[in-house]
């Protein structure tokens, strides 16, 4: 069965800092991950996406997340946080044998502190 | 380009009373999901249509019921309104060509149910 765990309910970080939110999977077969982004009273919107390839994705507003097959793991990051950063960060998973189902993680709050 | 949009926005009903969730999208995509959002629980998939006249059950079908009539518009019908059907519901719409296209999300109906 296809899970996603984000084991941080939220992450506080000073502006100018780097930024890691976790995030690891479980999924049979090869997994498509992907980052939404939610800010206040919005619905959910695409940061990134891993498919295949280089480890390394880069994605909206200079966030990035590392792909790791050996630890199940696609944590987001971004070098320098910004305080409009601040937001719920979803990460998700669908499995490459076919559906249409994506399971989504309980999300986790970023907090960026001026 | 309005992208997903959703009606009502927010609604307060009483325990048994029914209501539809009214989900647009003008992109073409074929593929449409209904979600709901709880506290600590990311999203989950209460059903989903991957074309016209096409419905699938998802995570958490009971209560609920969906239409498909157009490719643009995914209706969601609550038959008899419970207080655990408190939550907010976004509907999402996809491209149909792969597996690991992004969803691309409305911005929420909130529903308390009294």
């Known amino acids: 069965a296809q899970s996603v765990a984000q084991p941080e309910d939220q992450v506080n970080v000073a502006e100018g800092n780097p930024l890691t939110v976790k995030c690891t999977y479980s999924?049979?077969?090869?997994?498509?991950l992907f980052w939404y982004v939610q800010y206040p009273n919005r619905g959910l919107q695409f940061l990134l996406k891993y498919i295949t390839g280089d480890n390394l994705v880069k994605g909206s507003y200079g966030f990035e997340a590392e792909f790791n097959k050996s630890q199940t793991s696609f944590h987001l990051k971004k070098p320098s946080a910004l305080v409009s950063d601040s937001a719920l960060y979803f990460c998700?998973?669908?499995?490459?044998?076919?559906?249409?189902?994506?399971?989504f993680g309980a999300g986790t709050r970023l907090f960026v502190k001026a | 380009n309005a992208g997903v949009t959703q009606t009502p926005k927010f609604r307060v009903l009483k325990t048994g009373q029914s209501m539809t969730l009214l989900c647009a999208q003008d992109m073409n995509h074929e593929y449409m999901y209904w979600y709901r959002q709880d506290p600590g629980m990311g999203l989950r998939l209460i059903h989903y249509s991957v074309g016209e006249g096409t419905t699938a059950k998802g995570e958490v079908p009971d209560g609920y019921n969906v239409s498909r009539l157009k490719k643009q518009n995914f209706l969601l019908g609550l038959e008899s309104a419970a207080p655990s059907q408190t939550s907010v519901y976004f509907c999402a719409s996809s491209y149909r060509t792969t597996p690991n296209n992004e969803q691309f999300f409305g911005p929420g109906t909130r529903l308390t149910v009294l």
């Open positions: 999924v049979s077969g090869n997994p498509y």
């Open positions: 998700a998973v669908r499995a490459n044998t076919g559906g249409f189902k994506t399971i």
